[in-house]
């Protein structure tokens, strides 16, 4: 395997199968491989990103390999610059979570690491899978693992939490399993010749508009769940709450936005005259999902449900930012994505160490830790200070981005979005208060062992990401950049379709308005440029992407 | 009415595995007669029976034979080979079954292999006369084999019960035939073809036969509302006939029903006779899925959902496409490998026959009994229908029929009714890994036939839901020779 990319992505299965021969007994040489194969998984993740090429909006790395050919089903992988990003997350993520379950999971160790790597190995899948099918399969499979570490490593209700996740995200991805066979099969009909499920094939395909509202609905109610979105949330409290910390990370670090991500993939290209009528309906819901969650989380007794409801907060700002529709707040969503599963990854870890300490997670029992756990008050607080969205750490530049970008297509719901940032301070900053300041109230509190060596090594390389995300987010951007203006390029052009099946059809603005959709940057205007080799070198934004929505601004 | 010669050339090589199994199953009775002590050799015979009958497969490549009513084409091989997948799963499990109930004996796999004759008839025919001939043929297998277990009053109820409801749907399927006779002529499926193609739709005797035929197939293959018998008769019968029951038959029966209903085509579209089997179908859905909830004992809970996977086939049957051939045909591999292999850990798992295994009987079984734990955990998730195991892929193809084919509703039902499957499927795991055990005596292992049933059952799921291009390519050959001569 000379592709980086297969090499990452079969790597963890691989090692996973490797690891279930080790005799039950040897738990240090299971950890060890784990954490080994992790690594390697990462360092492998790493070559990606020096063989990934700065200003290519297309897929690159791909592989393609014939599998179902009756049906037109390939094995074809590739990643652009909206799934760079969250590939390195996975493959972050997974050694910290392992270094995190060192001392942590007190049965069937080997059981647990299989199931982390198998879940690894199904994640990176679905980001790079450029196949409907192949996502799909990828999509299911990280069910079972994850279903696994909630129901057998959990916490007393963890059974409940299981079955609630698993028969939640099943009942959305069965009906996109429908749309999409239905959808292949319109593309067939569209087009004599061969079934595709190749996702560059689709993007090329418009769909009939009473066709697209079916569709739409049906891939996303599947994302909007995984999301979760405002009314669908409610799987989410429990089973992070139930779930062991390594769970908890993954499931919030990377698991959650499979429903960002597929919303980028599938949603926006695919449906994208269903997507701008609907885009108000979906922002509302984004909206109320951040205030409701911060105001929920704001009188939670327990750390880890409030940690639970900030996610909900956060994840409406990155549906918030997609349905905005426009360059600067998808590549903030994009970015929230990566930042929220750095700053509530290393919240859940961290509130996973003190429960380890004290097997409890009540705001009540504590108070005073500063004064016994300097150290791990220092990365508490950083990282709440990052998911609250402090400019110089990685939160703002997400919240910033989304926001600046929002407010162009929806003031309104931009500004009421704007009330979230300032709930999840204080939800936050509450909890540090009561957790980290005042005095020692409990004694059980006095004895408490700092944070050890291996919850420092997992936690650091978190720290240093928020850090860099916060002061050099170009970094980021610039290789996100011509992939979001590509997508917006395939939305845009095909939004203003009259909507029957046919291809290549001269741009007409007015179907657009009468749609009823107020389009983010004025089509006429902002097409030529989104096309134009300009566009491909506008400067990225840094630190908050003022000047791009000065330059958006002018083109209106 | 000419005198042909009616032995075509070729005629022995067409029904060579017909006679192998025949001559096998003679040679399990007589050694049981006058060497009774030869019974450890009885299932390995059995396996080597069924391996050179699969070979005898491919003698005859197709053609039509006994004078146009025995047709051998790559479809009849294809689901030949599912009738003798299950039936060999079956013998591997069933012969530690046996040993440990202490009612061994040859009479167990002859009838094994008959009632195999009896399905490959079915498939092979295209005369009813020669169906129904198949079918009671296989039905007599079923009777003796369900009651197998003599000295226990469950398997006498089981085997009772199986008789006397099997006994009606013989009756209803002989008066179709009878209608169906009356009114082309014939009871040829070619000739009804024929006739088919220019009588009118709205005959009122071609439907009263039709759905009087549906009733009989109905009941084999465990439709709502001809499905009651099912669970009585799974919890009674031994445990591997179970298994076999509840796929070699169905998959016989639906390959019989493709049939018909393709030799009726133009009338059976007309008359809404699809849309009876779309009622059939929803209701086996719905029914199957529903009730499967509230089962606590895991083979009554295995037969509810088999009335539900056959609600999804019927899905795929009444859209009478080629593909949907395919789809049926691979569903039904498909099952044999999950349903047998789920029906064979329990098997396992019992101390007997009487032990029911209950829901908690199962509990922390993944950790005590890891390799009958993951296998059964296995069968769960490809019964369910997900990814990568190879009931994805059928329940995918089967939707995918339905789709193409304009029935967006049933495919959107049949999704719905999955998603209520996937709980009482996701228990088992639950109680599987996620349970304190409450029962720690020691689970015997098994010997080597049966973790090989179980190994070729897992390695196959994951090899069909992998790479299932080789078994696509196959189908599709199949399918088109159905469509061949209408």
């Given at each position: 395997?000379?592709?980086?990319?297969?090499?990452?992505?079969?790597?963890?299965?691989?090692?996973?199968?490797?690891?279930?021969?080790?005799?039950?007994?040897?738990?240090?040489?299971?950890?060890?491989?784990?954490?080994?194969?992790?690594?390697?998984?990462?360092?492998?993740?790493?070559?990606?990103?020096?063989?990934?090429?700065?200003?290519?909006?297309?897929?690159?790395?791909?592989?393609?390999?014939?599998?179902?050919?009756?049906?037109?089903?390939?094995?074809?992988?590739?990643?652009?610059?909206?799934?760079?990003?969250?590939?390195?997350?996975?493959?972050?993520?997974?050694?910290?979570?392992?270094?995190?379950?060192?001392?942590?999971?007190?049965?069937?160790?080997?059981?647990?690491?299989?199931?982390?790597?198998?879940?690894?190995?199904?994640?990176?899948?679905?980001?790079?899978?450029?196949?409907?099918?192949?996502?799909?399969?990828?999509?299911?499979?990280?069910?079972?693992?994850?279903?696994?570490?909630?129901?057998?490593?959990?916490?007393?209700?963890?059974?409940?939490?299981?079955?609630?996740?698993?028969?939640?995200?099943?009942?959305?991805?069965?009906?996109?399993?429908?749309?999409?066979?239905?959808?292949?099969?319109?593309?067939?009909?569209?087009?004599?010749?061969?079934?595709?499920?190749?996702?560059?094939?689709?993007?090329?395909?418009?769909?009939?508009?009473?066709?697209?509202?079916?569709?739409?609905?049906?891939?996303?109610?599947?994302?909007?769940?995984?999301?979760?979105?405002?009314?669908?949330?409610?799987?989410?409290?429990?089973?992070?709450?139930?779930?062991?910390?390594?769970?908890?990370?993954?499931?919030?670090?990377?698991?959650?936005?499979?429903?960002?991500?597929?919303?980028?993939?599938?949603?926006?290209?695919?449906?994208?005259?269903?997507?701008?009528?609907?885009?108000?309906?979906?922002?509302?819901?984004?909206?109320?999902?951040?205030?409701?969650?911060?105001?929920?989380?704001?009188?939670?007794?327990?750390?880890?449900?409030?940690?639970?409801?900030?996610?909900?907060?956060?994840?409406?700002?990155?549906?918030?930012?997609?349905?905005?529709?426009?360059?600067?707040?998808?590549?903030?969503?994009?970015?929230?994505?990566?930042?929220?599963?750095?700053?509530?990854?290393?919240?859940?870890?961290?509130?996973?160490?003190?429960?380890?300490?004290?097997?409890?997670?009540?705001?009540?029992?504590?108070?005073?830790?500063?004064?016994?756990?300097?150290?791990?008050?220092?990365?508490?607080?950083?990282?709440?200070?990052?998911?609250?969205?402090?400019?110089?750490?990685?939160?703002?530049?997400?919240?910033?981005?989304?926001?600046?970008?929002?407010?162009?297509?929806?003031?309104?719901?931009?500004?009421?979005?704007?009330?979230?940032?300032?709930?999840?301070?204080?939800?936050?900053?509450?909890?540090?208060?009561?957790?980290?300041?005042?005095?020692?109230?409990?004694?059980?509190?006095?004895?408490?062992?700092?944070?050890?060596?291996?919850?420092?090594?997992?936690?650091?390389?978190?720290?240093?990401?928020?850090?860099?995300?916060?002061?050099?987010?170009?970094?980021?951007?610039?290789?996100?950049?011509?992939?979001?203006?590509?997508?917006?390029?395939?939305?845009?052009?095909?939004?203003?379709?009259?909507?029957?099946?046919?291809?290549?059809?001269?741009?007409?603005?007015?179907?657009?308005?009468?749609?009823?959709?107020?389009?983010?940057?004025?089509?006429?205007?902002?097409?030529?440029?989104?096309?134009?080799?300009?566009?491909?070198?506008?400067?990225?934004?840094?630190?908050?992407?003022?000047?791009?929505?000065?330059?958006?601004?002018?083109?209106? | 009415?000419?005198?042909?010669?009616?032995?075509?050339?070729?005629?022995?090589?067409?029904?060579?595995?017909?006679?192998?199994?025949?001559?096998?199953?003679?040679?399990?009775?007589?050694?049981?007669?006058?060497?009774?002590?030869?019974?450890?050799?009885?299932?390995?015979?059995?396996?080597?029976?069924?391996?050179?009958?699969?070979?005898?497969?491919?003698?005859?490549?197709?053609?039509?034979?006994?004078?146009?009513?025995?047709?051998?084409?790559?479809?009849?091989?294809?689901?030949?080979?599912?009738?003798?997948?299950?039936?060999?799963?079956?013998?591997?499990?069933?012969?530690?079954?046996?040993?440990?109930?202490?009612?061994?004996?040859?009479?167990?796999?002859?009838?094994?292999?008959?009632?195999?004759?009896?399905?490959?008839?079915m498939?092979?025919?295209?005369?009813l006369l020669?169906v129904i001939l198949g079918l009671e043929?296989l039905s007599?297998?079923?009777?003796?084999?369900?009651?197998?277990?003599?000295?226990?009053?469950?398997?006498?109820?089981?085997?009772?019960?199986y008789?006397l409801m099997g006994a009606f749907a013989t009756g209803f399927i002989l008066y179709g035939t009878a209608l169906f006779?009356?009114?082309?002529?014939?009871?040829?499926?070619?000739?009804?073809?024929?006739?088919?193609?220019?009588?009118?739709?709205?005959?009122?005797?071609?439907?009263i036969a039709f759905i009087l035929l549906i009733a009989g197939l109905g009941f084999k293959l465990a439709l709502?509302p001809f499905h009651?018998w099912?669970?009585?008769?799974?919890?009674?019968?031994?445990?591997?006939?179970?298994?076999?029951?509840?796929?070699?038959p169905k998959?016989a029966t639906l390959?019989t029903l493709?049939?018909l209903l393709?030799?009726?085509?133009?009338?059976?579209?007309?008359?809404?006779w699809?849309?009876i089997l779309?009622?059939l179908?929803?209701?086996?859905?719905?029914?199957?899925?529903?009730?499967?909830?509230?089962?606590?004992?895991?083979?009554?809970?295995?037969?509810?959902?088999?009335?539900?996977?056959?609600?999804?086939?019927?899905?795929?049957?009444?859209?009478?496409?080629?593909?949907?051939?395919?789809?049926?045909?691979?569903?039904?591999?498909?099952?044999?490998?999950?349903?047998?292999?789920?029906?064979?850990?329990?098997?396992?798992?019992?101390?007997?026959?009487?032990?029911?295994?209950?829901?908690?009987?199962?509990?922390?079984?993944?950790?005590?009994?890891?390799?009958?734990?993951?296998?059964?955990?296995?069968?769960?998730?490809?019964?369910?229908?997900?990814?990568?195991?190879?009931?994805?892929?059928?329940?995918?193809?089967?939707?995918?029929?339905?789709?193409?084919?304009?029935?967006?509703?049933?495919?959107?039902?049949?999704?719905?009714?999955?998603?209520?499957?996937?709980?009482?499927?996701?228990?088992?795991?639950?109680?599987?890994?996620?349970?304190?055990?409450?029962?720690?005596?020691?689970?015997?292992?098994?010997?080597?036939?049966?973790?090989?049933?179980?190994?070729?059952?897992?390695?196959?799921?994951?090899?069909?839901?992998?790479?299932?291009?080789?078994?696509?390519?196959?189908?599709?050959?199949?399918?088109?020779?159905?469509?061949?001569?209408?």
């Amino acid at each position: 395997m000379t592709n980086p990319l297969s090499f990452t992505l079969w790597f963890p299965l691989l090692g996973a199968i490797a690891i279930a021969l080790i005799p039950r007994r040897q738990v240090d040489l299971t950890k060890m491989a784990a954490l080994v194969i992790s690594l390697v998984t990462f360092g492998a993740s790493l070559m990606i990103l020096q063989s990934f090429r700065d200003g290519e909006p297309g897929f690159q790395l791909t592989t393609s390999v014939p599998w179902i050919p009756q049906w037109g089903i390939t094995y074809t992988i590739g990643v652009d610059g909206i799934s760079l990003w969250l590939v390195l997350l996975t493959t972050l993520l997974t050694p910290v979570v392992i270094l995190s379950s060192w001392n942590s999971i007190h049965k069937h160790m080997k059981g647990y690491v299989v199931a982390m790597l198998v879940l690894e190995f199904a994640m990176i899948g679905a980001f790079v899978a450029l196949d409907l099918l192949l996502f799909y399969i990828f999509f299911e499979l990280m069910l079972i693992p994850m279903y696994l570490i909630i129901g057998v490593w959990g916490g007393t209700n963890r059974i409940y939490a299981a079955i609630k996740f698993f028969i939640f995200t099943i009942a959305g991805s069965l009906l996109m399993l429908l749309g999409i066979i239905y959808l292949v099969f319109l593309g067939y009909h569209s087009q004599p010749g061969s079934p595709s499920f190749a996702i560059t094939d689709l993007y090329a395909m418009s769909v009939p508009m009473h066709a697209q509202v079916f569709l739409f609905f049906a891939f996303a109610l599947a994302f909007a769940i995984k999301v979760p979105l405002f009314p669908l949330h409610t799987w989410l409290p429990d089973a992070h709450v139930e779930a062991p910390t390594g769970g908890s990370i993954i499931l919030a670090g990377v698991m959650l936005k499979m429903g960002t991500y597929g919303f980028l993939r599938f949603v926006l290209p695919f449906f994208p005259q269903a997507s701008a009528r609907y885009a108000v309906l979906f922002g509302v819901l984004s909206v109320i999902g951040i205030i409701y969650g911060a105001l929920v989380a704001w009188v939670q007794p327990d750390m880890k449900k409030l940690v639970a409801y900030s996610s909900v907060s956060h994840l409406g700002f990155c549906v918030l930012g997609i349905f905005a529709m426009n360059q600067t707040s998808i590549e903030g969503a994009i970015l929230q994505m990566v930042n929220h599963g750095l700053s509530t990854g290393a919240l859940f870890l961290l509130v996973g160490v003190i429960y380890e300490r004290r097997h409890t997670r009540l705001l009540a029992d504590f108070g005073g830790l500063a004064r016994t756990m300097p150290l791990f008050t220092v990365f508490f607080i950083i990282a709440a200070l990052s998911s609250i969205g402090l400019p110089g750490l990685n939160g703002f530049v997400g919240e910033f981005l989304i926001l600046s970008g929002t407010f162009r297509s929806h003031p309104v719901l931009a500004t009421l979005a704007t009330t979230g940032v300032i709930l999840s301070a204080l939800y936050m900053l509450w909890m540090v208060q009561k957790v980290f300041f005042g005095p020692v109230t409990n004694p059980e509190n006095e004895a408490i062992k700092d944070v050890a060596w291996n919850e420092v090594v997992a936690v650091v390389p978190l720290i240093v990401m928020m850090v860099w995300i916060g002061v050099h987010p170009s970094t980021f951007l610039k290789k996100m950049e011509p992939s979001v203006q590509q997508l917006l390029a395939t939305v845009n052009s095909r939004r203003d379709e009259p909507r029957v099946l046919t291809t290549s059809n001269p741009a007409s603005p007015a179907v657009v308005r009468s749609a009823g959709f107020q389009p983010a940057v004025s089509l006429a205007s902002s097409r030529p440029r989104l096309l134009s080799p300009e566009a491909g070198r506008m400067p990225a934004v840094r630190p908050a992407g003022s000047r791009r929505s000065e330059t958006a601004g002018a083109s209106r | 009415m000419m005198l042909n010669p009616i032995l075509e050339p070729g005629w022995l090589n067409a029904i060579l595995p017909e006679i192998l199994l025949a001559l096998f199953g003679m040679l399990l009775m007589l050694l049981e007669a006058f060497a009774p002590r030869l019974r450890g050799i009885f299932a390995p015979i059995t396996v080597i029976a069924i391996v050179i009958t699969a070979w005898a497969e491919f003698m005859v490549q197709g053609g039509t034979f006994f004078g146009g009513t025995y047709q051998l084409s790559p479809l009849t091989r294809m689901f030949d080979f599912t009738f003798l997948l299950a039936t060999l799963l079956a013998a591997m499990f069933a012969r530690e079954y046996l040993a440990r109930e202490r009612i061994e004996g040859g009479e167990f796999y002859a009838l094994l292999l008959w009632g195999t004759i009896g399905m490959m008839m079915m498939a092979k025919g295209l005369d009813l006369l020669i169906v129904i001939l198949g079918l009671e043929l296989l039905s007599i297998c079923i009777f003796v084999l369900v009651g197998y277990h003599r000295r226990l009053a469950i398997s006498n109820e089981a085997s009772l019960k199986y008789f006397l409801m099997g006994a009606f749907a013989t009756g209803f399927i002989l008066y179709g035939t009878a209608l169906f006779y009356g009114a082309a002529g014939s009871t040829n499926v070619t000739d009804l073809a024929r006739f088919m193609s220019t009588a009118s739709p709205s005959d009122p005797m071609l439907t009263i036969a039709f759905i009087l035929l549906i009733a009989g197939l109905g009941f084999k293959l465990a439709l709502a509302p001809f499905h009651a018998w099912a669970p009585d008769v799974y919890q009674g019968a031994p445990t591997p006939i179970a298994g076999w029951l509840s796929v070699a038959p169905k998959a016989a029966t639906l390959i019989t029903l493709i049939r018909l209903l393709t030799a009726m085509m133009p009338v059976a579209e007309q008359a809404r006779w699809t849309s009876i089997l779309a009622v059939l179908a929803v209701a086996s859905m719905v029914v199957g899925n529903f009730v499967a909830i509230a089962q606590r004992d895991l083979k009554r809970m295995l037969a509810y959902s088999g009335i539900a996977h056959v609600g999804y086939m019927t899905i795929a049957v009444l859209t009478v496409r080629a593909d949907a051939v395919a789809a049926v045909a691979i569903y039904a591999i498909t099952y044999a490998l999950m349903n047998i292999g789920a029906f064979g850990v329990v098997s396992l798992l019992q101390k007997n026959q009487n032990d029911a295994q209950t829901l908690s009987d199962i509990a922390g079984l993944g950790f005590r009994k890891p390799f009958y734990g993951f296998a059964l955990a296995i069968f769960m998730f490809s019964l369910s229908g997900l990814p990568p195991t190879a009931g994805f892929i059928s329940k995918f193809y089967v939707f995918k029929v339905a789709v193409d084919s304009g029935h967006l509703t049933l495919a959107l039902i049949g999704i719905l009714t999955s998603i209520v499957s996937v709980y009482y499927y996701l228990r088992v795991v639950y109680y599987l890994y996620m349970k304190e055990a409450e029962d720690l005596t020691p689970v015997a292992s098994g010997g080597i036939f049966s973790t090989g049933a179980l190994l070729i059952s897992i390695v196959g799921i994951l090899l069909i839901g992998l790479y299932p291009t080789p078994l696509f390519e196959a189908g599709a050959q199949a399918a088109q020779t159905l469509f061949m001569n209408r």
